[in-house]
């Protein structure tokens, strides 16, 4: 469902913003995607995905976006397939919040 995404990961070669130590990594990635999210210790958690959508939220989407013209027909079902897929929501909800309450802050 992306039309825009990202294709390179920040890194300090490309960003005064990053100390030349410090490492960037992609978390995730697809065959569409190739950075589906970075992460960079202590720092910085991204997400390509929305990972708060339901499998209802998804199914809503794909309606909407036939009904406005911008998704064929076709495209929607297929997609709406996928959106019923087994998914690993529930690992990488753990992988947040262990970012954010510093759970992770020995491994580098």
Request: proline share 3%; glycine share 6%.
């Amino acid at each position: 469902m992306h039309v825009d995404h990202v294709i390179e990961p920040p890194s300090p070669e490309r960003s005064e913003l990053l100390q030349t130590e410090k490492k960037v990594h992609i978390w995730g990635s697809s065959e569409h995607t190739k950075v589906q999210g970075v992460y960079l210790h202590k720092r910085l958690f991204t997400t390509q995905g929305h990972m708060e959508f339901s499998e209802r939220m998804v199914k809503r989407q794909l309606g909407m976006r036939v009904e406005a013209g911008s998704l064929k027909e076709d495209e929607a079902d297929e997609a709406t397939q996928r959106a019923e897929w087994e998914h690993d929501g529930l690992l990488v909800a753990k992988a947040v919040l262990r970012f954010f309450h510093g759970d992770d802050d020995d491994i580098e």
